[in-house]
């Protein structure tokens, strides 16, 4: 019954290799996103993606894009990984300016 | 751009005390204001949701208020206890940024038995 799923929990890699991580609502939310949190806790926007609109903040690398087969999927696909992409990945829905739900993490380790 | 800071970055108190969380925002354009809870490990979980047209909301012990003039927005937790031990983060959405949320670098929060 989970709301907002994600999956891997964790995913530990090499430089270099390409990576997806899934998300899943079930709450029939129209808008998406995909938050990273760093280090020392800091949570930034990635993207926002609802079935007509992709908003990407301007600091995300080209490497990372969001990929949605359907409204209720944003996945996240990473290519060339480097070592600063390590952190910890949180998907999250909402309905336009309501509350945001957000999954449970995916924590990513690239070695 | 937007910019939320909070202040304090930790805070520790004894069980039983009533506490203020507080968070600013640079620029006052702003859809909403929502309060996150995040436990270690966990993801967020939103308490209490402002939107720019009122003056605070209220949820059992919490109670947040907002004055978007001054870009100032408070979390108020009455009685604490040590279940309410988390990190409080704040986050804004603003005019500028459609439902995007900035966030604030979170008050962690240690409420002793």
């Known amino acids: 019954d989970t709301a907002v799923s994600q999956t891997p929990k964790y995913l530990v890699t090499q430089m270099g290799n390409d990576k997806s991580i899934k998300c899943e609502q079930n709450?029939?939310?129209?808008?998406m996103y995909w938050y990273k949190q760093d280090s020392k806790k800091f949570l930034k926007i990635m993207f926002s993606?609802?079935?007509?609109?992709?908003?990407i903040n301007e600091t995300v690398p080209n490497r990372f894009s969001p990929k949605s087969p359907d409204k209720a999927h944003l996945n996240l696909h990473i290519n060339s990984l480097e070592l600063g992409d390590s952190a910890v990945y949180f998907c999250?829905?909402?309905?336009?300016?309501?509350?945001?739900?957000f999954g449970s993490g995916t924590q990513l380790s690239v070695l | 751009k937007q910019e939320v800071t909070q202040i304090p970055a930790a805070l520790s108190v004894p069980e039983g005390e009533n506490l203020v969380l507080n968070c600013s925002f640079t620029?006052?354009?702003?859809?909403?204001l929502q309060w996150f809870r995040q436990d270690p490990g966990k993801g967020l979980t939103s308490l209490l949701l402002?939107?720019?047209?009122?003056r605070e909301q209220t949820s059992g012990r919490l109670n947040a208020s907002l004055d978007k003039s001054s870009g100032r927005s408070t979390l108020y937790i009455a009685a604490s206890q040590p279940g309410d031990s988390a990190t409080y983060l704040c986050?804004?959405?603003?005019?500028?940024?459609?439902?995007?949320?900035?966030f604030g670098g979170g008050t962690r929060l240690m409420v002793k038995p």
């Open positions: 999250a829905s909402n309905v336009l300016n309501e509350k945001l739900f």
């Open positions: 709450l029939g939310h129209d808008t």
């Open positions: 993606y609802n079935n007509k609109e992709l908003i």
């Open positions: 620029d006052s354009a702003i859809y909403n």
């Open positions: 402002i939107q720019s047209s009122q």
């Open positions: 986050a804004v959405a603003s005019n500028n940024a459609g439902n995007m949320l900035t």
